[in-house]
């Protein structure tokens, strides 16, 4: 099974939130639903953007690769790159 990579759009306060799952729609109604600390203040969140991976390690480490550059630009150039094709 996919597994995915994917960044929010916190719908309150613009900010963004970055991670990983095997099911796109279900994660995001857990976000939505105050059930993660560490998006619960931004709700309600809309998934922006998304990438598809064959395993959970290829995705997690992705995943880190977007974290670790900890840039709004970087998130929003992939943003709007996406949306271009």
Do not use: C
Request: net charge positive.
């Amino acid at each position: 099974m996919a597994y995915f990579v994917y960044i929010l759009e916190s719908l309150k306060d613009g900010s963004y939130y970055t991670g990983s799952t095997q099911n796109l729609s279900s994660r995001l109604e857990r976000h939505n639903q105050g059930r993660s600390k560490h998006t619960k203040k931004g709700m309600p969140w809309e998934i922006i953007y998304h990438e598809e991976y064959p395993d959970r390690s290829s995705a997690i480490k992705r995943e880190m690769e977007i974290k670790n550059r900890k840039s709004r630009k970087y998130i929003e150039s992939l943003v709007r790159a996406s949306r271009q094709t």
